[in-house]
């Protein structure tokens, strides 16, 4: 890997990284007002995360990724594939972590837990209600609803960073899995021309 080529690449892999992470914290936030307004039924709360969390995102991914190889030239190979891909993936998971979990969740919706944990529960209600389970039923699965909710109100900073530690080696495997789709390795006709010019000049 050249000096020059090493250079843009992290150059352009930062600053896509950036981009893609305000997308998905804008994306993060959309999905948590959709499911505290929109989300009536249990398919609705199922399918938007999906869609909103991972299937947007995975497109979004993609099309990052084949942009970033096409403006480093078009050609790279694994490990220069990894490089930049981890770089920009690792820049938005920060950027969108920041965004949803630190300016979102601490000072836009403070309260952001419990308008989940309500709809939630509104949601879980409705669905047993509608499927005549008894009341016995409904406590329960209530209980269960709020011990969740609970365990995330009362996250300790050791967690908190054993949670970003694990989003960080989520951050890299993904990095490798797509290096192997988008690598593209430089036609040995491509390296013998810049050879023969090189000798020339």
């Not at 050791?158 to 495997?173: A, C, L, N, P, T």
Request: glycine letters at 6%; aromatic letters at 10%; hydrophobic letters at 50%.
């Amino acid at each position: 890997m050249s000096e020059e080529f090493d250079k843009q690449l992290k150059s352009q892999s930062l600053k896509k990284g950036l981009i893609l992470g305000l997308i998905l914290g804008v994306l993060g936030i959309i999905s948590f007002y959709f499911m505290t307004t929109m989300a009536t039924s249990m398919m609705l709360v199922i399918l938007g995360p999906v869609l909103l969390s991972v299937v947007i995102p995975v497109v979004i991914s993609v099309l990052f990724c084949s942009d970033l190889r096409k403006n480093i030239g078009g050609y790279w190979d694994f490990k220069q594939a990894v490089t930049g891909i981890f770089i920009m993936f690792f820049a938005a998971y920060l950027v969108s972590y920041i965004i949803s979990s630190v300016l979102f969740a601490k000072i836009i919706e403070p309260n952001m837990v419990d308008k989940m944990e309500t709809a939630m529960v509104n949601v879980t209600t409705s669905m047993l209600e509608k499927s005549n389970a008894d009341q016995t039923a409904i406590d329960k699965q209530m209980e269960k609803v709020h011990q969740q909710f609970e365990d995330q109100k009362n996250i300790t900073v050791g967690k908190q960073i054993q949670s970003v530690v694990i989003g960080i080696i989520f951050v890299f495997v993904f990095a490798l899995i797509f290096a192997a789709i988008f690598k593209k390795d430089r036609p040995l006709y491509l390296n013998d021309a810049d050879g023969i010019d090189a000798t020339v000049s």
